[in-house]
């Protein structure tokens, strides 16, 4: 739906509609054939147009207060660029070398224009792309340029012209290869245009050195103001909003899961059918956005590896296991995708066929979203993730169940193949989905582990069910059972942390 | 798998790694504590080296390779950027207005570095909003500067302070806007960079107009020279791309769709089964990049938009219906995803069960990747996908079929529930998918009208069953009818090309 709502809202706001020819060529024509109809037409539109200008800016206005609501760090981010800039203009403005316009003071102001953006790793990444590049490029070109002119008048031009032309060439073709797209593209492009800056200049080689040293500082100066607001006031950390990212996609997953299985099964409860119908159903709706955040994830990923330590995030916090956990999400997500289609179906199947199965579901999927949001609680919280497993055991028992109930279902039957087919793969696909989960989980845990996660055995697992397998053994008659377990567990996990003693780490 | 491979290509090759404070740690260390160990090994280490970079250099070669194999436009392009760049060099060396660096020169190689694009498309793009952008603050500056002067020495620097300030703030705080992101967001930038620039510069006003003559002619020769260069020399347009991109996606679906029926019921065929997964699985693969083609798709509709007509595609083709076929084609490989699940489960039904639904369930999929093939084709060729309508018909039939072979196994069975789960649901998710082709089916209708793309009948069409829907005829009987309704399909075609006159519109 997002990208036909962009064209159609970008084609009323696009200023190319007032040089639009056929808009033109159409009033033309109205104008020879029905003048009068036209004029009236016009006058209608221009009496409309105060009303029509008042709707728009009322539009616009709800829009802008929507995009600050939705992440309030937008308004402190073009606040932060607008200081910045500022600070460099004025500072250009009343300084006493400044020459006026084309001077090294421009510099400044085009670097921060350029480089500041939303998140810190990527201001940091073009600050640094830009710097490295700058010195770099002006190094060899004031070498090129020294070499060429021992050429003599007649050749240095051309021997220029050519170099020009293959460091150009190749450099744009190394912008394709994908690790250097990822993290110096950038990079790359200030190298070409200082190199062919420098090289067609046409100074002699002491003037150029004065120059680049000129430019090398008024650069290092925006530079190091963008980098300065941008860590020092508020800053917005990439792998802090990667690490949000997982953590609620995650939560989306588990929403849905847990309340898949009371909506699919909704039509067996008393009646009271239409009341369900008419409660929020967004958390059925909730997972589509984790379709699509591959893009989102690779380069938030990429701009958190150039970000330096920052509260709980270490510099080697293991980014990539972020981008993996986001595969395994987005696998579970096109699961729901496929299971999402019987929601909405008309069940076929005999009540009583789908109330012996109704269990096990049911169990399978709010274990499975149980343990998705522990899990999701977990990464927030930056704590291991122990709570998710006696969800994640439950799950596998609700599997468990699910084939012994379908083993008496098919010995009794004379059911009709047809009628049960939805419900049956509704089951099957939550089976499947399960096991996506423990996937995720597993990955979980490898990075609860490698970022130093604490370990906390958090209280409400004691009202949890314990961690032993415990496939057809009934969950309501063994309470006491469930305390001797936990503290087994509870001695497992003393005796984890006493192994590795580097790992509780606390934030 | 992707993301990882970044990460440890990127890591392998970063520069950063020689300033790695950590592994310089790690090195002081192993000194200390094992002189002669770290000397033995460096020494190693150091006969290893012409190895290494010989290894590292072959690799870099095979990749390069790779690169330009995969997209030879690669190279054009890399070409055609080292030639727009050398051309504007060149000229101003060769130029006797030419005063050296730092004059507005330098703004003609600055646009073409930055400006020159990939696609024609994204370059137009960025020609635009920067001639625009560079034009209307620029005119802007002056009148600040102009009323800001009149408020004396002390005030100037101040109002004009306040007035940069506010004015970055809302555009970067528009950049959030989707629209102006989407295709007016490089635009935003280059106002208020020239803003800034011109009203800090602290000229007097005929100074500025002077300067901001010199620039603007300088930007758009730059600007010209790539857009030249871009639309006359090997163009890639990215309208094109996003055709190419929508119509192998769904040939990957349809691929995957042929072979999975025969996939997943080999082991039912004659004992070879070892021969048939030696084949290349491939196509059941190919799916796989369908899913996160998203942000491509948007990026290329949003260039495309720019770009001016060429060949089959008209200034006002309807770029947006491709981005809706995207919708529907990731939707289906999504299912798909589910779908794959099953294809290397060991089939626990029993061969009769299976016998029974084999042939309505290959025939499903083979249908409806025929349907998809013909789409993609009609896509490619520019046709109207006429020669689908049969194979989605046939589909259809396929589901009534499967539908009575389902009754007459529920009729007879004693089957084992469980056993017949993952068979079912394949079945199941298949039928889910035949509803998806028949969306996308819909989409490409509507775009072949909107595109008006040509209405020729394939010849291919006459070897095919009839569009009217046959359910339980066998299609092997009625040859005869065949040919009847085809002639009845090419009468309608002719009656509706009579009452569309402008449709039938030729490349």
Not at 108 to 133: S, W
Not at 135 to 142: D, K, Q, R
Not at 281 to 294: A, D, E, M, P, R
Not at 477 to 482: A, K, P, R
Request: hydrophobic share 40%; net charge neutral; glycine share 6%.
């Amino acid at each position: 739906m997002m990208p036909q709502m962009h064209l159609s809202l970008s084609l009323s706001l696009s200023p190319i509609k007032i040089f639009d020819p056929n808009s033109l060529a159409m009033e033309n024509e109205s104008k020879t054939h029905e003048k009068t109809g036209f004029i009236t037409r016009s006058w209608d539109r221009f009496k409309a147009l105060p009303g029509n200008i008042k709707a728009k800016a009322v539009e616009i206005a709800k829009k802008t207060k929507k995009i600050g609501k939705d992440d309030p760090r937008r308004i402190t981010h073009s606040l932060k660029v607008a200081l910045a800039l500022t600070l460099v203009s004025l500072f250009y403005y009343f300084k006493p070398l400044y020459d006026g316009f084309g001077s090294s003071s421009m510099w400044a102001v085009l670097t921060v224009v350029v480089v500041f953006e939303f998140t810190v790793g990527a201001t940091l990444y073009k600050c640094m792309n830009r710097g490295f590049a700058t010195f770099l490029a002006g190094t060899l070109g004031v070498g090129a340029n020294y070499l060429t002119s021992l050429l003599g008048e007649e050749g240095e031009p051309i021997a220029l012209g050519f170099l020009v032309f293959i460091l150009t060439a190749t450099c744009t073709f190394s912008r394709f290869f994908p690790t250097i797209k990822a993290r110096y593209e950038y990079g790359v492009l200030i190298f070409i245009l200082t190199f062919s800056l420098v090289s067609v200049s046409g100074y002699r080689v002491d003037k150029i050195i004065e120059l680049a040293h000129q430019r090398l500082s008024t650069i290092m100066l925006g530079a190091a103001i963008c980098m300065i607001i941008s860590i020092f006031v508020c800053p917005v950390w990439a792998g802090e909003d990667l690490h949000n990212l997982v953590a609620n996609n995650i939560e989306k997953l588990a929403s849905f899961l847990e309340g898949f299985g009371g909506e699919y099964f909704r039509v067996l409860e008393d009646g009271d059918s239409d009341m369900v119908t008419k409660k929020d159903k967004s958390f059925l709706q909730g997972y589509k956005t984790v379709l699509n955040t591959k893009t989102t994830e690779e380069s938030w990923a990429n701009f958190a590896w150039w970000e330096p330590g920052h509260g709980n995030f270490g510099f080697h916090h293991p980014w990539k296991l972020y981008l993996q956990i986001g595969v395994l999400t987005r696998k579970c997500a096109f699961h729901f995708e496929a299971l999402s289609c019987y929601i909405h179906s008309d069940i076929q199947a005999t009540p009583e066929f789908l109330r012996k199965i109704q269990e096990p579901c049911k169990k399978m999927s709010l274990e499975s979203g149980k343990a998705l949001k522990e899990l999701s609680l977990a990464i927030k919280a930056m704590t291991h993730p122990f709570s998710a497993d006696a969800h994640l055991a439950n799950s596998k028992t609700a599997i468990t169940d699910l084939k012994t109930s379908l083993e008496a279902a098919s010995g009794e039957t004379s059911t009709d193949l047809i009628k049960i087919i939805p419900a049956v793969t509704v089951a099957s696909i939550l089976t499947d989905i399960t096991k996506c989960v423990e996937e995720i989980a597993e990955v979980v845990r490898e990075l609860s582990q490698e970022a130093h996660f604490k370990r906390v055995e958090k209280i409400v697992s004691k009202e949890k069910p314990p961690l032993i397998d415990r496939r057809s053994v009934n969950p309501v008659g063994d309470g006491g059972g469930e305390h001797v377990v936990i503290e087994v567990h509870g001695v497992l996990l003393e005796s984890s942390e006493n192994e590795n003693p580097q790992a509780p780490k606390k934030g």
